[in-house]
């Protein structure tokens, strides 16, 4: 089956740092990766649709310039959280939609990446 | 616009009971239904899947009907285990629509006692 990782699994960060969470899908490729936050015992919220080889759309309310997201190939998109503050701890997902995989748009998901910023 | 609706929690069971998780969605078109299941502090896992009216999506038993005339892809088990303790997400899919994602429900979560 298609298999998509996610790097690192946790991180705790000092406010005001940069992390970077890369996802890769293993064993297809994807011209399309989404990112997701969940909060505690949510639901999850779609931030942003990222695809291969331009810009990633983000949700209303997202701001872009603190969810750097970059989609350079085929099998890796990477979410970078700029300048984080404690309210940007969260889990995050990613899922990527694999085009070869028949008519209908099945997601596959990451592990999720568990941030904490101290 | 697209949306999906289940049912709240939390459910608690006790072991070997039936499981119902009423999930009911609003759709332009002939979407794709889906069950995901996410285990306590992981990803998402597909657990079920159909794609079109009158589908079962089954697997590890459990099983969902894509119900076209009630709008509704309700996941069914007819005896739970504790390992099945876990929140259940139900979620529609726009078929062949291009970079449209998943529209997912809020969640159900269930805890099975022993």
């Known amino acids: 089956g298609a298999v998509v990782s996610q790097h690192p699994s946790r991180v705790i960060c000092k406010s005001g740092t940069s992390v970077k969470i890369e996802c890769r899908s293993l064993?297809?490729?994807?011209?399309?990766m989404f990112w997701y936050r969940q909060f505690p015992k949510q639901s999850l919220m779609l931030m942003a649709t990222?695809?291969?080889?331009?810009?990633?759309?983000?949700e209303q309310g997202v701001e872009k310039d603190k969810f750097l997201i970059n989609h350079a190939s085929l099998t890796l998109s990477t979410l970078t959280v700029t300048s984080a503050h404690p309210e940007d701890s969260s889990f995050y997902i990613c899922s990527a939609r694999n085009l070869a995989g028949g008519g209908y748009n099945e997601q596959f998901f990451g592990p999720g990446t568990r941030l904490t910023v101290l | 616009g697209n949306s999906v609706t289940q049912m709240e929690g939390p459910v608690t069971l006790s072991e070997e009971a039936f499981l119902t998780i009423n999930c009911t969605y609003t759709a332009t078109g002939y979407p794709s239904l889906f069950w995901y299941v996410q285990y306590p502090g992981e990803g998402l896992q597909l657990l079920l899947k159909?794609?079109?009216?009158?589908d079962k999506g089954s697997n590890k038993g459990f099983e969902a009907t894509y119900r076209k005339e009630t709008t509704s892809f309700h996941l069914e088990k007819g005896s739970v285990q504790v390992s099945d303790s876990a929140v259940y997400f139900c979620?529609?899919?726009?078929?062949?629509?291009?970079?449209?994602?998943?529209?997912f429900g809020k969640g159900t979560r269930l805890s099975v006692i022993a």
């Open positions: 159909a794609t079109k009216a009158d």
């Open positions: 064993d297809f490729q994807a011209t399309t």
């Open positions: 990222s695809n291969e080889g331009s810009k990633a759309t983000y």
């Open positions: 979620a529609l899919s726009a078929m062949n629509s291009g970079n449209t994602p998943l529209v």
